[in-house]
């Protein structure tokens, strides 16, 4: 029988309240609360931080205050990696973000999600799909990436943006729902 952890990472249904996934939720909230209460002159206990919340990072992470996430583990990120001001990851599910990406203010990545139908979502069961962003891809502010999406190399979505589909590589994306305006010459 499957714990409640594995159900979720494995993508299905799962009980949020499970005693194991609180206590792992509380810890990150602890160290995210210290992260956010440190100053921008303590790089190195940011970086120790952020080493013991998220699955992996590369080096040059820089992330500004205030940030916050479901649980830091499940979260992997590359080289070089920008987030502005108050980006929110629900990492229920795996999130990974390439080398040289840059997130604007307020970006929210969310890989949780709750059924359809009323009578399952009702039980208060949910369960969670992965994110992927490439590697040189630029999220405008205030975009939103939904459950399941993948953002490929060097793509652009623009500020505000709804993220419902994947976008591919090279392009810049915009809109609610988010859709390819252009290729990009690269």
Same mark, same amino acid.
């Given at each position: 029988?499957?714990?409640? #952890?594995? #159900?979720?990472?494995?993508?299905?249904?799962?009980?949020?309240?499970?005693?194991?996934?609180?206590?792992?939720?509380?810890?990150?909230?602890?160290?995210?609360?210290?992260?956010?209460?440190?100053?921008?002159?303590? #790089?190195?206990?940011?970086?120790?931080?952020?080493?013991?919340?998220?699955?992996?990072?590369?080096?040059?992470?820089?992330?500004? !205050?205030?940030?916050?996430?479901?649980?830091?583990?499940?979260?992997? /990120?590359?080289?070089?990696?920008?987030?502005?001001?108050?980006?929110?990851?629900?990492?229920?599910?795996?999130?990974? /973000?390439?080398?040289?990406?840059?997130?604007?203010?307020?970006?929210?990545? &969310?890989?949780?999600?709750?059924?359809?139908?009323?009578?399952?979502?009702?039980?208060?069961?949910? &369960?969670? #799909?992965?994110?992927?962003?490439?590697?040189?891809?630029?999220?405008?502010?205030?975009?939103v990436i939904c459950?399941?999406?993948?953002?490929g190399d060097k793509?652009?979505?623009?500020?505000?943006?709804?993220?419902?589909?994947?976008? !591919?590589?090279?392009?810049?994306?915009?809109?609610? !729902?988010?859709?390819?305006?252009?290729?990009l010459d690269i």
């Amino acid at each position: 029988m499957k714990s409640e #952890k594995e #159900k979720m990472l494995a993508g299905e249904l799962y009980n949020a309240s499970d005693p194991l996934l609180s206590v792992e939720r509380h810890k990150a909230r602890m160290l995210i609360k210290k992260f956010n209460d440190s100053s921008n002159n303590d #790089k190195l206990l940011r970086t120790q931080i952020l080493r013991e919340l998220f699955g992996s990072i590369g080096d040059n992470l820089e992330i500004e !205050p205030p940030f916050f996430c479901d649980y830091g583990y499940n979260i992997s /990120i590359g080289n070089n990696v920008f987030f502005n001001f108050n980006c929110i990851v629900l990492d229920v599910s795996y999130v990974a /973000i390439g080398d040289y990406t840059m997130l604007g203010p307020n970006v929210q990545i &969310y890989t949780a999600t709750h059924p359809m139908d009323w009578q399952t979502r009702a039980t208060m069961l949910e &369960y969670a #799909k992965p994110v992927s962003i490439g590697a040189h891809v630029w999220i405008g502010g205030s975009a939103v990436i939904c459950p399941g999406v993948s953002i490929g190399d060097k793509a652009v979505v623009g500020a505000g943006s709804v993220v419902t589909k994947d976008i !591919p590589s090279n392009v810049f994306a915009a809109g609610n !729902p988010c859709k390819i305006i252009r290729e990009l010459d690269i």
